[in-house]
């Protein structure tokens, strides 16, 4: 990993530059998301708006994390200081810490799209069967979190991590695409 990494340093790089933009377009989709829901029920469209706002602020301290490694090899000092198989130790330690990040917001986005389910299905604009799909999937991600965290990756659990994973995807992809092709209908405006 550290050889890689020092000898693909650039591209490394240019995975955080594509994580920077993927954070940045999370929060131009959530107020986006809010600007949609935020009529019909403003008390969940903000907990889902929360979650996901929260979601973004981990994303952007693990990226910190994801990119210790790289400050790390090109620290000549402390590349110095420390013995290789150290240094090698301390760049999978970031590299773990990285990963657990990820389950860490999968909570929140999980808890986003439990809301967001929730009000596609009480919507009269959207396929209910999206909201559905969205709703029950969500908890993939929390579960997967929840397993990993609590109960040391149990296999069985894992399997109905992996399901949930894939209904959610049908129905945040489906609720994508019918967000392009409909779009969204303003209410007529109260006289």
Not at 59 to 78: C, D, E, F, H, Q
Not at 95 to 108: R, S
Not at 172 to 182: M, N, P, R, S
Request: with cysteine; charged share 10%; aromatic share 10%.
């Amino acid at each position: 990993t550290v050889k890689n990494l020092q000898e693909k340093g650039g591209l490394f790089q240019w995975g955080i530059a594509a994580d920077i933009l993927t954070f940045s377009i999370e929060i131009a989709l959530t107020s986006m998301l809010f600007q949609i829901f935020k009529r019909q029920n403003e008390t969940q469209t903000r907990i889902a708006t929360y979650a996901r706002f929260a979601m973004i602020m981990v994303m952007g301290v693990n990226l910190l994390v994801y990119l210790s490694p790289l400050l790390i090899l090109k620290n000549t000092a402390l590349l110095q200081s420390f013995a290789q198989n150290q240094i090698h130790s301390l760049v999978a330690l970031f590299f773990d810490i990285h990963a657990a990040g990820i389950l860490l917001w999968g909570i929140f986005f999980g808890i986003h799209l439990l809301f967001l389910g929730s009000l596609v299905i009480q919507s009269s604009q959207h396929p209910s069967l999206l909201g559905w799909l969205i709703l029950v999937g969500s908890g993939g991600y929390i579960l997967e979190s929840v397993n990993e965290f609590c109960l040391s990756g149990n296999d069985n659990i894992g399997i109905v991590v992996n399901g949930l994973l894939a209904v959610v995807v049908l129905g945040e992809i489906g609720f994508a695409i019918w967000l392009i092709v409909k779009g969204i209908k303003n209410p007529p405006a109260a006289t």
